[in-house]
């Protein structure tokens, strides 16, 4: 588990440009998996956790709030 949360944390950057250019934020899971995953962007502090939480859910772990 640590080496997931190490290589999530070391690999996918903090970014809130969409706030400052105005444009919408969606936690909707496919929205988050394009934008972070396919465009290879980062996201801020919901986006990355509600990914990396979905991921981790996924692949088995229970993942408290």
Not at 26 to 50: A, D, M, Q
Request: zero cysteines.
């Amino acid at each position: 588990m640590r080496g997931f949360h190490e290589a999530h944390a070391s690999t996918v950057p903090f970014e809130n440009l969409d706030v400052h250019l105005g444009l919408p934020i969606s936690l909707n899971p496919s929205v988050l998996f394009k934008k972070i995953v396919h465009e290879r962007r980062g996201g801020y502090r919901f986006e990355l956790n509600g990914l990396f939480a979905m991921i981790l859910e996924q692949l088995g772990y229970t993942v408290f709030a």
